[in-house]
């Protein structure tokens, strides 16, 4: 990657990791309030049930684009791994196609939603606008879709983790 696209993705990787450490903080923190509450007060704190499942939904939607970048999704690849380069390349072509399709369809997808929250919806209890929570799929899905990206340039030689051919010869 070019310098400026490098800063680029690195900056746009901290935002989102900011986002996830800090919507699962308060999460964790709106929970323990809440079991606070009702075990040691008897009373029960209505908005730390609603703000910490939508900051959930943030956790989880920007957290797939970082298990991305790690790697660290479900993937069955033991027969790629046996391609030849060539092939491996060109499956991952196609696999990061159909992965960059579905991710436009979950933005478009998106937009008539956050429309709806924008102009009528807001949460039950503290009367948030739906938009703001709406708003984590398109941005998690625009994020998932960089990392994919990423994945693809960064594993060019690599596709589907085996070594290039040639190389690890020495090694067995």
Request: proline share 4%.
């Amino acid at each position: 990657m070019s310098g400026i696209l490098a800063r680029i993705v690195a900056g746009v990787r901290l935002a989102v990791a900011v986002i996830v450490v800090a919507c699962f903080a308060y999460m964790t923190l709106a929970v323990l309030a809440q079991v606070f509450g009702r075990y040691v007060f008897n009373y029960s704190i209505s908005w730390t049930e609603e703000t910490a499942r939508y900051a959930q939904i943030w956790v989880v939607l920007m957290g797939a684009g970082i298990a991305m970048r790690r790697g660290l999704h479900v993937a069955v690849d033991a027969l790629a791994a046996m391609l030849p380069l060539r092939w491996a390349r060109a499956l991952s072509i196609v696999i990061a196609a159909g992965a960059f399709w579905f991710l436009g369809v979950v933005v478009y997808g998106s937009l008539p939603l956050i429309e709806l929250g924008w102009l009528f919806e807001t949460s039950p209890v503290l009367q948030l606008p739906m938009w703001v929570i709406y708003l984590s799929l398109p941005l998690g899905a625009a994020y998932f879709a960089l990392e994919l990206a990423a994945r693809v340039v960064e594993r060019w030689n690599q596709p589907f983790g085996m070594l290039p051919r040639g190389e690890g010869d020495a090694a067995a």
